[in-house]
């Protein structure tokens, strides 16, 4: 049935079945029920086109597709995105205007991203055209989607006319602006929205005097749409109309329609406006003072919060922006005033804008006015209800710390962050704790010491876990700014005092504190002061402490130096590794396994000084760290000392394993230890796997087990 329901198939008594399967595979798969079988046959049509060969991807699979475009929407989105890709398949260049029929039957579907999709691929084929293939077949495709019945094809025609424009004669100019020109007047307001969004793209590729009597009528008629949706598209329009004519022209032409944008009905035509960052590029300084000011004014003052919100957040942009010889004169006179008023806006939103932004003005005025008219704001907005206008500030304290420093700011700046510290929701106490290694290099040690040390410190005992945790990374970014010298005078005391704490929580808090912190202070401080601490904590009450205490020890293992693992941290893992508490053995082992200990162990019983823990250790396999220890012990003893009693204790226990099913043996554990074909045939009868044949195989291809082969 594919076979026959393929243009062309007259050419299989020639090339043979064979020559059709891929087109026969393609088509079944398109008219499979599964959508996804479906998707993954588009997404192979660059292959399969590359089967099928130029021509044949010409006569046969392009028709197929052009005839069989009515499908899921995500089907025909990979097909639109496909198909732009297609040049060389179907023969480079010379060809490319058969990918315009089903291109163009996709540009007029309902689903707007498979039509966006389709343009986009147009767009990008249209440039391989000749300028006369451009005319003979691209331009009538245009001009079909343009005069459509449906509002789809109108649209999608809206994104094609800049990219054929340049490249056709100068008739053919004429009927395209016609046609655009029906367009934007067009009864369907989705049509017109397409039509103002491509404006400014398709001004910047006609002739000024056509822009001049073409777009500017088009522009100044969008603007005034009855539909806001429309306006406010006509807003981006007019500032790229805006860089292509003289000021002159500009004033004349553009800024009224422009300015009436600014105050119009609808806010979010307002809004576009305010938001806007290219409109002062586009219309010079001039302009920008005489107009822009007092509209911008005018926006920082509208009834509505998200136009407000919208020109708080550009306020910094704008004053930069200005005129340098006038700038400083039309930002106390005209801008200053509106942002004071923000400063004390009903809404949050518009506050915490401007608070973003604010900041950076101090950079514009300098010191003295900074300190005269911006700093008061500051503090107002320190002393906020919103926590988020509060942050803010914070936030960008280096713009004014560089300009009149960060002393000034001090006595008001303390209570605003103590605030913030002590707040009810947990979240901003998190935020603000993120913030304060910035603040620490901007007060200095001494200040820090005096103000801010101790709400560090209460910061870990707090009831919320991830502040606690928060205020540990914070304590070793501090070390990392102030040294290890400070950390052993001012940090390090007070949370090894947290040790004796009667809430078992700060008593843990203390063990991650050490972890964080004996990286950063070095070997010296970790050893005299934390190790002593994190040892006594390993007889701790709660079974928490302790599994943490041997966390602890594997984390600063690397710091201390062997002496002190051998003859402090080794008796007190291996006493906590046959700890009552199942998780406390666990992570005591886990530390072992992991650590230099294990050569210490090893060295001990060698000596068979310690063999009753070494029953004891064996004795209960219980956990994948034990096991990979085992093996560890295994591998070194049977290489050196084969024929110890240790060696035979280890064999048997590491043996017992393999007959208990584990769900963690893994064949890279269990096999380089396992001795002779019983041992191997009983890992195969318990935990035969793919993976374990593939491991054991490489090993008897690398003949390092003679009864691999025989077992396998």
């Known amino acids: 049935y594919a076979v026959a329901r393929v243009p062309g198939s007259k050419m299989a008594g020639a090339e043979g079945d064979d020559s059709l399967y891929p087109i026969a595979v393609l088509i079944d798969e398109l008219r499979n029920e599964d959508v996804q079988l479906r998707l993954n046959s588009i997404k192979k049509l660059s292959t399969i086109a590359l089967a099928l060969g130029v021509e044949r991807t010409q006569t046969e699979l392009l028709p197929f597709l052009t005839d069989t475009i009515y499908d899921e929407d995500e089907v025909l989105l990979a097909l639109a995105e496909q198909l ?71 649209t999608s025609a809206c994104g094609l006319f800049s990219v054929c424009y340049p490249r056709v004669s100068s008739t053919v100019k004429a009927e395209i602006r016609q046609h655009f020109r029906t367009l934007c007047s067009d009864d369907t307001p989705m049509v017109r929205r397409a039509a103002a969004s491509k404006l400014g793209e398709f001004a910047k590729v006609l002739e000024l005097d056509y822009a001049k009597s073409d777009i500017i009528p088009l522009f100044t008629a969008l603007a005034s749409d009855e539909q806001d949706s429309v306006r406010l598209l006509a807003v981006e329009a007019g500032v790229s109309i805006a860089t292509l004519l003289p000021q002159e022209d500009l004033e004349a ?21 305010a938001d806007s960052t ?64 923000l400063v004390s806006d009903t809404n949050q ?117 991830a502040i606690r945790e928060a205020a540990t990374c914070n304590l070793m970014k501090l070390v990392e700014k102030f040294g290890a010298e400070w950390a052993q005078n001012t940090i390090v005391p007070k949370v090894l005092g947290m040790a004796n704490d009667s809430n078992y929580l700060h008593r843990m808090t203390t063990l991650f504190c050490i972890n964080a912190l004996s990286e950063v202070c070095g070997q010296e401080i970790t050893t005299k002061h934390m190790l002593p601490v994190v040892l006594k904590m390993s007889t701790d009450q709660v079974a928490n402490v302790r599994f943490n205490v041997a966390r602890c020890l594997q984390k600063i293992g690397p710091v201390l130096d062997s002496s002190a693992l051998q003859a402090e941290v080794k008796p007190v893992l291996e006493k906590l590794a046959t700890d009552q508490d199942m998780d406390v053995k666990y992570f005591a082992l886990e530390a072992i396994s992991v650590s230099s200990l294990c050569s210490c162990l090893l060295s001990k019983m060698l000596n068979d000084q310690r063999m009753d823990f070494l029953s004891s250790f064996t004795s209960n396999i219980v956990s994948a760290a034990k096991l990979c220890m085992l093996v560890q012990l295994r591998i070194a003893l049977r290489k050196h000392h084969p024929m110890s009693h240790s060696s035979a204790i280890v064999s048997e226990s590491v043996h017992a394993c393999f007959s208990m099913p584990f769900a963690f043996l893994r064949p890279e554990l269990i096999l380089p230890v396992a001795d002779g074909a019983k041992c191997l045939f009983i890992c195969f009868s318990r935990f035969a796997s793919a993976q374990h044949i593939v491991y054991m195989c490489s090993l008897s291809r690398e003949g390092k087990k003679i009864s691999c082969a025989h077992t396998v």
């Open 349 to 465: 939103h518009v506050k915490s804008a401007l608070a973003s932004v604010i900041m950076g003005l101090s950079t514009i005025l300098g010191k003295d006015n900074t300190v005269e008219h911006l700093l008061p704001l500051f503090l107002v907005q320190l002393k906020d209800e919103c926590p988020e206008v509060r942050l803010n500030i914070i936030s960008n304290l280096d713009c004014v710390n560089e300009v009149i420093g960060i002393r000034q700011l001090s006595q008001s700046l303390l209570p605003a962050i103590v605030e913030l510290a002590e707040d009810a929701k947990w979240r901003v106490r998190l935020a603000i704790i993120e913030y304060m290694p910035l603040l620490a290099g901007q007060l200095g040690v001494e200040f820090f010491d005096e103000k801010l040390n101790s709400l560090c410190m209460a910061w870990l005992i707090d009831h919320v876990f």
């Open 278 to 341: 290219e409109l002062q590029k586009a219309v010079g300084p001039e302009i920008t003072k005489t107009d822009l000011v007092p509209a911008f004014q005018n926006l920082l003052k509208d009834c509505e919060a998200e136009v407000r919100t919208a020109a708080a957040n550009k306020v910094k942009v704008f004053c930069e922006n200005l005129p340098e010889d006038s700038r400083e004169t039309i930002i106390m006179t005209h801008i200053l005033p509106c942002v004071k008023e």
């Open 253 to 273: 032409l553009v800024m009224p329609t422009l300015l009436q944008a600014a105050e119009d009905k609808s806010w979010r035509v307002r809004y576009m406006v």
């Open 84 to 154: 732009g890709g297609f040049t060389v398949l179907v023969g480079g260049p010379e060809f490319v205007n058969c990918l315009l029929p089903p291109l163009e039957s996709l540009a007029t579907v309902e689903e707007t991203v498979v039509r966006d999709k389709a343009v986009e691929s147009l767009r990008k084929i249209s440039q391989e055209h000749s300028p006369v293939d451009l005319e003979v077949h691209f331009v009538p495709l245009v001009k079909r989607l343009a005069s459509g019945d449906w509002f789809t094809s109108r």
